[in-house]
Structure formats: C-alpha cells, structure tokens
C-alpha cells in the first residue's frame, strides 16, 4: 500500500501549492492550543515581533504592558510588554532573563554616545536622547528589569520571533548585544566580537531560557516565528544573500526542533505565510514587508491561533482566498498607511548609517 | 485538674489558651528552657508523676534529656502528644541559626538562608539584593514548600489524632510570624482539641488571649511567595522588641545590610542543610 494515499492535501505540493492562486497559501495546519481574549500575551524578538503586537492591540486581545508612562508610544512605552526594545538573537533573550533575575551582571553598564548621553548597551535606542546621567540609566534599568520579570512570571502566552544569528558579543563575559558597538553608542575595539550563532546554540540557549521561565512561569505557553525580513548587513565575509539564506535557515530549524521537542512551543509559519509568494509580499527594497503581508500573516495567525474571535470586519484584511473572500492583489492597490509600517522600530537601520 | 505541658515556646502559647478556655486548672509548663541542667531536667521528669495530664510535643533530640517523649514513655507515664507547628511555607528562606554562634542582628536566631548564602559566595550586598525574584525562589523550593509542609504537618498531626486546619487558618491570615511562632487562631484551635482529647469541658470559647509572641521577630512573606499562595504581605523584616524602644522594622536592602555587617569576621554554619542548598543554588545561577 501507498504510504502517501491516505494522506491530506497538504501533504502534496502539487494539490496545496502549485494548485492555489497568488495569497491563498495557508500552511497552518493543527494548532496545539489556541489565544483566548484574556489571556495575557507578551512578545518579543526582532522588529517583526511588532507586527504581531500592534495587531493584537488592535484585534483587542490583552497585549500586555508591564512597563508604563504617561505617554504610551513615547521612548517606547507600549511598543514592546517592557522597554527592552528588539531582542534579535536568542542569546539576548536568554541573558535579558538572567539580567532580569541577577543571574548575570555584565561588564558593560553603559555605553557613551558622541554627544555625551549614556545608553543602555542592551537597548541603545530605546530613548532618543539616551540618558543624562549613569545614575538616570541605572534607575530606569532597575524599574525597568523589574517590568521584565513582572510580564515573564504573569504573561498566558509568550510570542518570540526569531530575527538574526549575527550577532556582537563582548570578548570579556559574553554579553550580547542587539547593536554592534559604534552603531548607537560605544566604542567598537577588542572588547567585542562579532558572533554567528549556530544552530546547537540556539536551541540549547532557548532550552535555558524555557527552563528557566517554566520555573516563573509554569503554565506558560511559547509562540515562535522566524521573521521574513532580510538581513539589512551582513558582517560575514560573504555576500549578504547567502548569510541570509544560513540566517533565515538556521533559525527556522531551531525553531522546529525547539517545538517539536515541547508541546508548549508552538511555530507560527509567518516566515513561509511572506516568502511563499516571491517577492509579491516585499516592498521595492525586497526587504520590507508590504502591509498587506503583515495583514495576510496576521489573518491566518487570527484564524487558528485565536480561539472564539472574529476577524474584525473594520480592518482591511487580506484573506486568503479559501475562506470564501476575494484576494486582493497588492499591485492593484498602492501602498496605503505606509506610515504605519514605519513606526516599527527596527534597531538594524542604524546599521544603514555606519 | 493538673496538667503539665512539655514543649518549646508553643507550650506557654498552649497554655495561656488553656488557661483561657477552660480557666481553674493548675497548668504548669515543664521546659528545658526553665531548667537547663541535666539533674534539673531530671527531677522536672520525676515530678510529672504528680500531673493528672500531661501535654507533650514529640521531643526527640538529645538536648531534651530525660524529658525526651520517649524516655518519659518508658518511665511509664501516661503522654497526650500534641503537634509542634514548625510551619515553614509561609517563612522557607527563615533559617533558625543558633545563637550561640554571636550572630548579633535584631531578628534574634533568624537569619535568610539567601543572605547567608551570597555572602558566603562573595556576592556583594546588592547582587544579594537583586537575588530576592522568583526564579531564585523557584530553584531553592520556596514555591512548593508551603504544599510540603501542609502535607508533612497535617499528616503528622493526623497521627497523633489533631486536624490541622490550614485553609480555616489561612483565612485569617499568615499564620506564622517566623516558623516556629504560630498566631493564636492556631495555638487557640490546638488547645480546643488537646482540651476535647482530654475531656476538659470549654467555659469561654471565645475567648482569645493576648498574643504573647507580640514582640518577637517577625519574617515577612516573600511577594512571590504570596502571589502564589493567595495571600497579601509587605516586605518588612520586625526585630525583636527591646525595652523603652520602639519596634524595629526593617526593607529588605536593610535587612540585608544588618545580616552582612552581623556575618563579617564570623564563623558562619555554612554545614546547616538549608544553608548549604542555598549555597548550591546560588553557585548554579550565578557560576
């Protein structure tokens, strides 16, 4: 007997993929558990992640903040759970926890601009002006680890996407950073090194991190996803094409091996849901994401993932074909709330400047 | 009726509510902490011959001599054994050090585990500081120890046919001040069934005497640790009450300070089981 005969169409590439149109593509199949509206949901990772945010801020499901002001939106409060800015590696996850705990105390307390403000080595840019004082930093680093520790322990649901392996690290304790050293502030010299995380490291420094928060937090549960934006640089001696291609590769079997390993972890396929359909979903730039791929990833992310919710009839969602809607094709429609795109904050631009 | 209590400090506790409850009673207590010396403890022994009920803790260790439960059991004397409350769910990281080792700090032999712990580690004041969070709790136990010692107290009460009524208990609140200083709704609800086991009729149930540990130190309940066990309590360290003074309460930050001023120069009982833990957890953490 044909083992492959009594498998579904998904299962065949011909019946699931080559069959469909452009934007019909939903690979989600069986989802281990679902969102529900009060479940708390914090998310971090790479300039994506915040796609992910806003739209369940907008879906009004329980985005939850831990570290507050006045104004939400200014220097970054609301835009991620606590000001930790974009974690790209999962090396910096990992050591936001054991700084968030006193596990780790790293050498680099700060990081001088040349315009004499103080940064924080582990989110450069979180505040345009950085900070006036070393005392002003390490006030705002105490509240603001304690806002850390406060969504890790109450968070339902912990969303992380995986950004980059490249990474820079210092040569001293092995403190990792979300900019190389120059970028935003400090000074680049042989305290640090440049790291190109590999597959073992991130699935074990991931394993840590599980551990470590299942001891916070036991009934939590893990989303992954790998984000579709290219490599803005590259520091390997190659070209940028290819240190994406390991880049995008790597995180993507980490993240497999990560969720098929623990029933907890779950992968969100946002990175195939964009890249499945060439460079349809990228703007000119073949690096920005369109927003109607933010809003295709997020329709499907809806659909399964989100228990008891409707797609919100208000929100120009581009569905996919087989939920009985017309897809829109983006190069019909130009551009539209651009804008709104651009506030993503995405630490990697700064590299632009260098 | 002439009841003898043996026991450590819940035995006076016991007392005044006995007294209390079911006043008229000739009620003594008979402690090592009144007569130390072997010869004293022994003739303590020979006079519970004299008693019509004797209330005891189950005292095992040495230190108790001829009072020991089961020594006293031998001589043939009739014992109600009544439970010790050593309730460490609320207080895990309250370690009892003895003083004899010259610890001088205002919350008398209780000493933090962690504290002790960093400090023997080399860890200045403020990693020490920055240790008091949940996953350091989660890796020392202090999450799970009040589930332990509900089971562990109740079953060991159960066999010495009491109840102990945690979920009533907590509903008033921390029950313990420091582990082994339970608050009086407890010692009240020990006394009514040492008084029921013993067919002493109750004449004043209401009655609540005052709280004779008001006073002593107080160890708070970590906020972590309350979060998960349903309860509400400031972090704030009280030390022992001192005359014509007003009652010390300490942060944590101060607490910490007071512990590392007290360990610098000593001789510290890093052998001490929930010491050496801490010890290992922290090595595990932080290298």
């Given at each position: 007997m044909n083992p492959y005969a009594s498998l579904p169409e998904t299962a065949f590439w011909d019946k699931s993929v080559a069959s469909l149109g452009g934007y019909e593509l939903d690979p989600v199949g069986e989802v281990p558990f679902q969102l529900v509206a009060t479940d708390k949901i914090a998310t971090a990772g790479s300039c994506f992640a915040q796609h992910i945010a806003r739209h369940l801020t907008k879906k009004g499901f329980n985005y939850f903040i831990t570290e507050y002001e006045d104004k939400i939106g200014a220097e970054n409060y609301g835009v991620f759970p606590a000001r930790f800015g974009n974690i790209y590696t999962v090396r910096q996850l990992l050591q936001l926890f054991d700084r968030a705990y006193g596990l780790f105390v790293p050498v680099d307390e700060f990081w001088m601009r040349t315009d004499g403000a103080y940064v924080d080595p582990f989110r450069p840019r979180i505040q345009t002006k950085g900070f006036a004082s070393l005392a002003e930093l390490l006030e705002d680093r105490q509240r603001h680890l304690g806002s850390v520790r406060k969504m890790f322990e109450r968070c339902d649901v912990f969303i992380f996407t995986l950004g980059l392996t490249e990474g820079w690290k210092s040569s001293i304790d092995g403190a990792v950073f979300p900019l190389a050293p120059g970028v935003a502030g400090g000074t680049l010299d042989d305290r640090y090194k440049f790291h190109n995380f590999l597959v073992n490291e991130m699935v074990d420094d991931f394993n840590q991190f599980i551990r470590k928060l299942q001891s916070v937090n036991p009934s939590v549960k893990i989303v992954l996803t790998v984000s579709p934006v290219p490599l803005k640089a590259t520091y390997e001696k190659r070209h940028v094409f290819l240190s994406n291609t390991y880049s995008k590769a790597a995180l993507r079997v980490a993240a497999e091996t990560l969720s098929l390993a623990n029933a907890f972890v779950y992968y969100f396929p946002s990175y195939e849901i964009i890249t499945s359909n060439g460079s349809a979903f990228y703007e000119s730039d073949r690096r920005t994401v369109t927003r109607r791929g933010v809003e295709t990833v997020m329709s499907i992310f809806d659909l399964h993932l989100m228990a008891n919710e409707g797609i919100s009839a208000s929100l120009e969602v581009a569905l996919p074909g087989h939920l009985g809607l017309d897809p829109v094709c983006p190069s019909t429609r130009k551009p539209t709330k651009f804008e709104e795109l651009s506030q993503i904050i995405c630490d990697e631009e700064a590299l632009g400047d260098l | 009726m002439k009841i003898g209590v043996i026991g450590n400090c819940q035995a006076l506790l016991l007392i005044n509510h006995i007294n209390a409850l079911s006043p008229g009673h000739d009620v003594t207590l008979v402690s090592m902490y009144r007569s130390s010396d072997e010869a004293a403890l022994a003739a303590l022994s020979d006079s519970l011959f004299g008693f019509d009920i004797i209330l005891t803790q189950n005292l095992t260790d040495s230190s108790w001599g001829p009072l020991r439960t089961k020594t006293l059991s031998s001589k043939g004397l009739k014992l109600d054994i009544y439970p010790t409350v050593h309730f460490t769910g609320f207080q895990p990281d309250a370690v009892h050090v003895s003083t004899r080792l010259g610890l001088r700090t205002p919350f008398?032999?209780?000493?933090?585990?962690?504290?002790?712990?960093?400090?023997?580690?080399?860890?200045?004041?403020?990693?020490?500081?920055?240790?008091?969070?949940?996953?350091?709790?989660?890796?020392?136990?202090?999450?799970?120890?009040?589930?332990?010692?509900?089971?562990?107290?109740?079953?060991?009460?159960?066999?010495?046919?009491?109840?102990?009524?945690?979920?009533?208990?907590?509903?008033?609140?921390?029950?313990?001040?420091?582990?082994?200083?339970?608050?009086?709704?407890?010692?009240?609800?020990?006394?009514?069934?040492?008084?029921?086991?013993?067919?002493?009729?109750?004449?004043?149930?209401?009655?609540?005497?005052?709280?004779?540990?008001?006073?002593?130190?107080?160890?708070?309940?970590?906020?972590?640790?309350?979060?998960?066990?349903?309860?509400?309590?400031?972090?704030?360290?009280?030390?022992?009450?001192?005359?014509?003074?007003?009652?010390?309460?300490?942060?944590?930050?101060?607490?910490?300070?007071i512990s590392y001023d007290a360990y610098d120069g000593r001789s510290l009982p890093s052998e001490l089981s929930q010491i050496s833990h801490a010890v290992q957890v922290i090595e595990a953490a932080v290298g």
């Open positions: - | 008398g032999p209780w000493q933090s585990s962690l504290v002790m712990a960093a400090f023997l580690r080399g860890l200045s004041r403020k990693r020490a500081l920055a240790l008091f969070n949940a996953y350091i709790y989660s890796q020392l136990g202090f999450f799970d120890e009040y589930a332990a010692s509900v089971e562990y107290h109740g079953r060991v009460a159960r066999n010495l046919g009491f109840e102990m009524n945690f979920n009533a208990w907590k509903e008033e609140g921390i029950f313990t001040s420091v582990p082994h200083h339970p608050k009086p709704w407890v010692m009240k609800d020990i006394a009514l069934q040492c008084l029921a086991k013993c067919r002493i009729p109750v004449t004043d149930a209401d009655a609540m005497p005052v709280d004779m540990m008001i006073g002593t130190p107080v160890w708070p309940v970590y906020t972590e640790i309350c979060e998960r066990i349903g309860v509400y309590d400031d972090m704030i360290f009280k030390g022992r009450w001192q005359k014509d003074a007003e009652l010390q309460s300490f942060d944590l930050d101060e607490m910490i300070s």
